[in-house]
């Protein structure tokens, strides 16, 4: 799966080990993608949905 980095500024594969987890905000809850850029090693999120 890919994700934006922000340090890169282009897409990139994640790290093995890349997680998926559930973050809670004003708007409800979110299903996001966890892990680390597999070149810079910058931590990066990608958002899923809703859960």
């Known amino acids: 799966m890919e994700a ?3 340090k890169c500024k282009t ?9 998926e987890m ?3 905000g ?3 809850s979110r299903r ?3 892990g680390q850029c597999s070149v810079c090693g910058t ?3 990608r958002i899923l949905g809703k859960a």
């Open 4 to 6: 934006y980095c922000v």
């Open 11 to 19: 897409k990139r594969e994640f790290k093995e080990g890349a997680k």
């Open 22 to 24: 559930v973050m809670e």
């Open 26 to 28: 004003k708007r409800g």
């Open 32 to 34: 996001v993608m966890k």
């Open 43 to 45: 931590n990066m999120v």
